[in-house]
């Protein structure tokens, strides 16, 4: 019995090729397999265990990338190795081996996607958290570059194992690629400028500006457009080429303010009131908290008054702090100055007219009087 299944399976035979030896290389195909699949949950549960225990970020883009091991692929390469026992004619030994390329090249491709992704993924969040700030275009456009990057290498890269001149193809690709980027070369643009701002942080999310007039507090830079909520409660969006093409002003990294103000007095202050006012003042600003003096000066005379200006540093970066302290200033001023006996000048105009006696006659005579 044994003797007549033997025979048979040996006198069939598939492709010149008898059954016996298809069962035996799909019996290498399934073991290869079977080895191959505890060979990845082996290492993607070690590197688990090893990433778990010394928190290394390192090792978890490792397992998370061997765990992308495609199944499919798997079973590929196992029937290549199955079809590997067997004796094929040499032009499916050829296809056979161009199939093995494009599987390798294929689950290596996988595997440096994922591994591009978490890399990427875990750098930026490192790097947002040790800055504070949103990176999340920068993120977004390196990635989709690599990537890009990536599967083009891999694409043609399987065109030329598979015999297709790739000479002309990347010739196509490359005036293609001109004529793209003349006609979205606008598109581009903020897409550099969001890289610019990415890299060289004029801002950041949270950030209060002012930009060509427009000022608020920076919501999202995107790819093309920053989003900016203004004071007055409405969205302004802004393409990130025109952002960039204008002076802007952070007021989020201010650390503290200059402030410089002016007042007049009138002009019937007498010299020795005019010689205290600058110390008044000194006195004053020094008395606010989180406050540094400068300087106040008189510095030139008014049409209708004796101005003043006055300079100090407010130690806090917040604008209503600013505010608090000048109006308490402001007040103060008033105090002082009414105490001194000076008032502020408003713009007045005083209008002399100079009497002209009456002219002579021409006969020498004076003039007549009339009654």
């Known amino acids: 019995m044994d003797n007549a299944v033997t025979h048979l399976f040996s ?18 195909a399934c073991a290869v397999f079977l080895v ?20 290394s970020q390192f090792k978890s883009v490792i397992r998370e990338a ?11 390469a196992a029937i290549l190795v199955g079809a590997g026992v067997l004796d094929l004619p040499e032009r499916w030994a050829g296809r056979i081996g161009s199939l093995w390329f494009v599987v390798a090249v294929l689950q290596v491709a996988l595997w440096a ?15 947002a958290a040790a800055q504070g700030s949103q990176v999340s275009a920068l993120a977004s456009l390196s990635m989709w570059a690599l990537k890009v990057l990536l599967w083009t290498i891999v694409l043609l890269a399987m065109l030329s194992n598979l015999g297709v001149n790739i000479t002309a193809f ?23 400028a969001s890289l610019a701002i990415a890299v060289d942080k004029p801002f950041e999310v949270g950030d209060f500006i002012v930009v060509n007039g427009s000022s608020g507090t ?13 004071l007055g409660g409405e969205q302004i969006i802004m393409s990130n080429t025109s952002l960039l093409g204008n002076t802007i002003q952070n007021f989020k990294r201010l650390q503290e303010r200059r402030i410089v103000f002016k007042f007049g007095l009138t002009y019937d202050c007498t010299a020795d009131q005019l010689r205290r006012v600058p110390g008044i003042i000194e006195e004053i600003i020094r008395m606010q908290e989180k406050t540094r003096f400068d ?7 008014g049409d209708s008054s004796l101005d003043f200006e006055v300079v100090y540093i407010v130690l806090e970066p917040g604008y209503n702090a600013y505010m608090d302290i000048q109006q308490a200033v402001n007040i103060a001023m008033i105090e002082q100055f009414s105490a ?32």
């Not at 060979?39 to 070690?46: I, N, Q, S």
């Not at 010739?171 to 550099?192: K, R, T, Y």
């Not at 300087?295 to 005379?301: G, L, P, T, V, W």
């Open 36 to 55: 191959a699949r505890f060979a990845v949950a082996f290492l993607v549960r070690k590197f688990q265990a090893d990433a778990g225990a010394s928190r």
């Open 218 to 230: 920076v919501e999202h830079v995107g790819l093309k457009t920053t989003r900016i909520r203004s």
């Open 340 to 371: 001194l006996g000076v008032e502020f000048a408003f713009p007045t105009r005083t209008l002399h007219i100079a009497s002209q006696a009456a002219a002579p006659a021409s006969d020498g005579t004076a003039p007549a009087a009339t009654a």
């Open 66 to 76: 061997a765990d992308a091991t495609s199944n499919l692929l798997l079973v590929l």
């Open 295 to 301: 300087r106040c000066h008189f510095q030139s005379f």
């Open 113 to 127: 996607h994922r591994a591009v992704t978490l890399g990427m993924t875990h750098y930026f969040r490192r790097h």
């Open 170 to 192: 990347v010739a196509s690709l490359g005036v293609g690629g001109i004529a793209v980027a003349l006609a979205v070369q606008n598109v581009l643009g903020d897409l550099f």
């Open 11 to 28: 006198d069939w035979d598939f492709l010149g090729i008898p059954v016996l030896n298809w069962l035996f290389a799909l019996g290498v």
